[in-house]
């Protein structure tokens, strides 16, 4: 008999697959995928804009910029991508809560569009503030979607592939880098002369998503637990399961939104005062500050200089570049795979403890290759090991953290905060970055190690496993940890409690 039903059941789960799947694709290329895009891109025409910026002040003033106010200028540039990401991510949170998960992934390419124009005629107006408007823009647009895909697509997924499909924000982060890495070559857009529409490609991306993700469903969870629609939630579990059983799931989101009866959307300053949420706030301050100060962002915002640095021929920089995203791409695929089955622990204890490991021999490479000129190759291996290991754990599984440690109600608001925070960290080591390789010179990796193993050591003492459970599970986990004598049974009580008890 059930050989008999496979033929028909077969393309029923073949549309499931197909519609979650884009779905994946429709948020992931106008959300994570313009993070990692625009991140690497703006080191390619890092001269090109130097010398605009240059031009310009002297086209206004009559007099050059010095050179450490120039490298001031272009730290500025990269570094208020970040202060605009933190903006979003402070506008992710009420996006969420007010428009949906689907709808505020729509809105958010206003920033994208606005910024492309900027972008594309800055040359023309002789601007170098464009540049900036526009870098601060496309970082509101990167600060929001980072916070709002993840959210998205875990509470779109099914239980047994919810840790994959929220680990794809990390694919398409890696597969953004990696294009603008390509698209930046000197023999495409990276040239004297086009990096102005190199800038102004995000808007590619952007369009495909206004194209595409209108056709899809929202979030089951949204529209049951804070819309209260129960027949637009059972539509979208339709669409992105197919027409079988959805009983199991369906009880398991009344569950949810019976525990949540009641209670409003918590805001972000309320996470930190709420002793049940302790563990949970700990565990995404902790491991979100750690994947920012681990190192690796800088690789790609400084690719260039850290390369150099490590005696890479200037011909041959651009093409170790592209080499770096695809490393992350590949492990992220890799990641994505296996988080089900090994789980989130292992690959964050796993990743952050490798980091330390390359991170530690490239130091030691840079020191010696005045002695041992062969040591270059050993600091280059490693700095591409380095990124392995990142993509590992850190670079997916950290995203994946405020959907699956928080409730309904604080999901939002964790995000923020852990948006903030990362934007926050990534502003700081942008804009410090340049200024760390001046003073540490060969040493310059030393401060990131250490993050690496408080971030092994944190997860391996204090991060709970969340493989294979549903989010009531892992609630009901997280209060046991979080009030301890609680779950232990009835303990002794002072008079005063019997007393008032009693009474």
């Known amino acids: ?8 059941l077969r393309p029923r789960t073949q549309i499931q697959g197909r519609i979650l799947l884009l779905t994946i694709c429709a948020a992931g290329i ?26 310009t002040w002297q086209a206004r003033t009559g007099e050059p910029l010095p050179d450490h106010l120039v490298l001031l200028m272009w730290s500025l540039i990269v570094s208020l991508y970040p202060l605009g990401g933190l903006f979003g991510a402070l506008l992710a949170g009420p996006l969420a809560i007010t428009l949906g998960r689907k709808k505020s992934l729509l809105v958010n390419n206003i920033f994208v569009v606005s910024a ?32 709002i895909q993840p959210m998205y697509l875990g509470e779109s997924a099914p239980k047994e592939l919810r840790g994959a499909v929220a680990m794809s924000s990390a694919i398409f982060t890696a597969l953004g880098i990696v294009m603008g890495q390509v698209v930046g070559l000197r023999e495409l857009l990276g040239g004297p002369q086009a990096w102005p529409l190199l800038l102004a490609s995000c808007l590619v991306p952007g369009a495909l998503q206004l194209a595409s993700l209108p056709l899809l469903p929202e979030s089951p969870r949204y529209l049951l637990i804070d819309c209260g629609d129960t027949e637009a939630c059972l539509a979208a579990l339709r669409r992105l399961r197919g027409s079988g059983d959805l009983a199991g799931e369906l009880e398991e989101l009344e569950e949810e939104r019976a525990a949540c009866q009641g209670c409003r ?29 681990c190192g690796n962002d800088s690789v790609y915002a400084y690719a260039s200089s850290v390369f150099r640095k490590a ?28 988080i089900e089955r090994v789980g989130r622990r292992m690959l964050l204890i796993g990743g952050y403890s490798l980091m330390t490991c390359w991170g530690s021999i490239f130091t030691v490479a840079l020191c010696l290759q005045s002695s041992f000129p062969w040591t270059l190759y050993l600091a280059m291996a490693c700095i591409f090991a380095f990124i392995l290991s990142f993509g590992i754990g850190p670079a997916g599984v950290t995203g994946i953290l405020a959907t699956e440690l928080f409730d309904q109600m604080a999901r939002p608001a964790a995000c ?10 990534l502003f700081l080591v942008g804009l410090g970055f340049p200024f760390i390789m001046e003073a540490l010179s060969y040493f310059l990796y030393v401060p990131f190690l250490g993050v690496c193993v408080c971030g092994a050591i944190y997860t391996g003492l204090f991060l709970p496993e969340t493989k294979g459970k549903t989010f009531q599970e892992i609630s009901e986990e997280l209060h046991r940890l979080n009030f301890p004598r609680r779950a232990q049974g009835p303990t002794w009580r002072s008079l005063e409690v019997i007393q008032s008890t009693e009474l």
């Open 30 to 55: 106008g959300g994570t995928f313009q993070f990692g895009y625009n991140l690497s891109i703006i080191n390619a025409p890092t001269s090109h804009i130097q010398e605009f910026t240059n031009e």
């Open 416 to 425: 923020m905060v852990c948006g903030a925070l990362m934007w926050i960290m």
């Open 1 to 8: 008999m059930e050989d008999e039903l496979e033929p028909s």
């Open 311 to 338: 005696g890479v021929p200037e011909a041959k920089i651009q093409y170790a570049i592209i080499g770096t995203g695809s490393c992350e791409l590949l492990t992220a695929v890799v990641s994505c795979v296996v």
């Open 116 to 147: 492309a124009i900027l972008f594309g005629f800055s040359r023309k107006a002789g601007s170098f503030e464009m540049i900036m408007l526009g870098r601060l823009l496309v970082g509101v647009n990167a600060g929001v979607s980072m916070n």
């Open 265 to 293: 959307a918590r805001r972000p300053w309320e996470l930190f005062q709420h002793r049940a949420l302790r563990r949970q706030v700990t565990s995404l301050v902790v491991l979100g500050s750690a994947m920012e100060l």
